[in-house]
């Protein structure tokens, strides 16, 4: 096996692989002398199948079994000795081939780039704190009390008005025959709450305890089961009880029917929740101050391989419709950026840029302090996500036991939070006292904004880039 170099430009590295005939038929007969002692093959006794017999059988099968492990042994022995790090999955193109002829390849590496680490104890972080307020608390009991009010049967007879509660039994008809999931007893409707079909609760306004109704409606166009939307409807109804919301006095008993010893748990727990709502903004937004510090911090060369890839993956975002998916006369690879403007393709192209570059560093921060995502870490985000889907738990855990890029788009997020809370650690945190809504202020981060963000970070960056010369190398001869 001869493998030389042919090109060495920028972070690309080329390389031609030969393997000799002599090579492969070695390897070849070596396969296939191991398959005759185990072969069991109807006429011959098991382990005694002539190694012609076992070739006319199976040679091509080992002749490609040969040829792809030679290959991969070839790509992992040029890595190893000239030490490059990949920075995605290399790439082979066979250049030629033919049984009982060398093997000629082309070997593609793109090299991870080579770059220091900024001193992170030197970068300056501003933390926005939240300070909880008796007010703030306040508020949020007298919201959980309102989430709880109890309701009560109507001392006097009288039409059931909006803010009601009533006890009712119904029976949905279309074309006057019933539907499945149509009907119900003792059901509790609050008028008002817009949770059924629209114009039902409305046409419950006024009635009275005791009374048989036929409310008509019509189920919206986009409503979820097919085979009723836009349809009329007659529903059946009968006013078994109106029942008034009950006062709910916030006091210790109150809190008791939550679960708490008395009101002033209640509120500690409330605070507590707060708190910690507060505190995952905080640190959300002291994680921006550091990635936009570190997309300035660095210039370095990008992976075209990785940059093209978030480039597309950005323009899916931004071009969702750019292939239908009932149209099966579109190339099996599209441009994801077909049809989108100048402008909005520059946009995608500065935030991919972005986005590579701080992901490289980040990894290369995770890597040299050993900064880990455990199975633990992966099976507590596996967790989360199942209690997401609830009744499918089993389907979900199956899906992501045997899906390893689900379980990567997991842990991604949890390397990442381990290296800011690393980062966190050593940089100089200054906490400042702001209100809630300055904590919440502009608190979604849109393509567009990104885009903005990541045009100024890679003008910056640029500005100190020095392109590596490409350098052609001449075959040995």
Known sequence: MT?????????KREFEVIITKKEIEKLVNQKLESIAK???????????????????????????????????????????????????????????FEEGKDLKAKLLIEIMPNFEIPDLSSLNVTKPVVKVSQKEINDAVEKIAKENVGTKEIDKDRPAKKGDTLVIDFIGKVDDKPFEGGQAKGHNLKLGSNT?????????IGSSKGKTMNVKVTFPKDYQAKNL?????????????????????????FAKTLGMNDLEALQ?????????????????RAKRQILDKLADALSFDLPETLEKEEYDNICKAMNP??????????????????????????????????????????SEIGRKNNIKVEEEDTRNAMMREIQKYPGQEKQIMDYLKNNPEAQQQLSGPIFEDKIIDFILELSNVKEKIVTVEELYKEDAIDLKKEAKKAKKSNKVVDKNKTKQPGKKISKKA
């Open 3 to 11: 493998v030389t170099q042919t090109l060495s430009e920028g972070l």
């Open 38 to 96: 185990e072969a069991n093959l109807p006429g011959f006794r098991p382990g005694k199948v002539p190694v012609s017999v076992v070739k006319s059988r199976f040679g091509k099968q080992v002749l490609g079994e040969v040829v792809k492990e030679s290959v991969d042994i070839a790509t992992k022995d040029t890595m190893e000795k000239n030490k490059l790090t990949p920075s995605s999955q290399p790439k082979i193109e066979i250049l030629s």
């Open 196 to 204: 059924f079909i629209p114009g039902f609760e409305d046409a419950l």
């Open 229 to 253: 939307a836009g349809k009329d409807a007659v529903f059946e109804t009968n006013v078994n009880e109106i029942r008034e919301d009950v006062d709910v006095k916030i006091n210790d008993e």
């Open 268 to 284: 500690k727990a409330v605070s507590e929740q707060i708190s910690k709502q507060h505190e995952q903004q905080s640190r959300d």
């Open 321 to 362: 419709n750019s292939k239908p998916d009932n149209d099966k006369n579109l190339e099996a690879n599209p441009d994801p950026d077909k049809g989108m403007s100048k402008e909005e393709k520059l946009d995608a192209s500065a935030i991919a840029k972005r986005r590579v570059r701080l992901g490289l560093l980040l």
